[in-house]
């Protein structure tokens, strides 16, 4: 079973530690959708519940979006085996992703941006599976890499044009990703990214500089 699964091992240290994203802050909780889904299973079993901090809209959006539904579905697909290799698969493309993301957003012109400017906003996600608590950790990760992306693109080191081709692989792979948590037909994580890999890139600032 892939390490990706069962522990944070291959993350950057800033999140390995619970301490460093989950949190009891004051913030107001965000609204979080399909609330009734993950209720339906988590009623009958034991769950964890964590407060978790985002730096960026637009992975708390999606984990707002799509956590109770994707969760649920990918906690009850997951009871046949074989179908829960093809999601771990999944979710190991994906941390794969964001790893490589991560070492771009830590390279020379990105390494010192300070994200204090980010307003932080609070979910509480109820983790019913090993699975998920792997795809938190893979989403706290994408959050602070889109955070530093955020702010180079805010004092003008790279273009937005430029920012989503850099996260365009790990956008690939969490479509793939949440396609086959909810059995969906699409293409799976590897092949959207093999596929996104073929567009022309954009030039890209000298990232070591």
């Known amino acids: 079973m892939s390490s990706y699964l069962l522990s944070s091992q291959g993350l950057p240290t800033e999140v390995k530690s619970e301490q460093s994203y989950f949190s009891s802050d004051e913030r107001p909780l965000e609204f979080m959708k399909n609330a009734d889904r993950i ?10 519940k964590k407060e978790v901090l985002f730096l960026t809209h637009p992975v708390s959006r999606t984990i707002r979006r799509d956590w109770n539904i994707v969760s649920a579905k990918m906690y009850v697909f997951g009871l046949k085996r074989d179908y829960r290799v093809l999601i771990q698969e999944d979710l190991a493309e994906l941390h794969h992703q964001i790893d490589e993301l991560y070492k771009v957003a830590s390279m020379g012109l990105f390494s010192d941006v300070d994200t204090s400017w980010l307003n932080m906003l609070r979910v509480e996600v109820k983790i019913i599976s090993a699975n998920s608590s792997s795809w938190l950790r893979a989403m706290k990760t994408w959050d602070a890499c889109v955070a530093r992306l955020l702010t180079a693109e805010r004092l003008g080191i790279i273009d937005r044009k430029q920012r989503k081709h850099i996260l365009y692989p790990v956008t690939k792979a969490y479509i793939g990703f949440k396609n086959t948590a909810m059995r969906g037909k699409a293409q799976n994580a590897r ?19």
């Open 191 to 209: 092949e959207l990214v093999e596929e996104g890999s073929l567009m022309l890139s954009p030039s890209l600032p000298d990232l070591a500089a």
């Open 39 to 48: 209720e339906e299973i988590a009623c009958n079993m034991a769950v964890v």
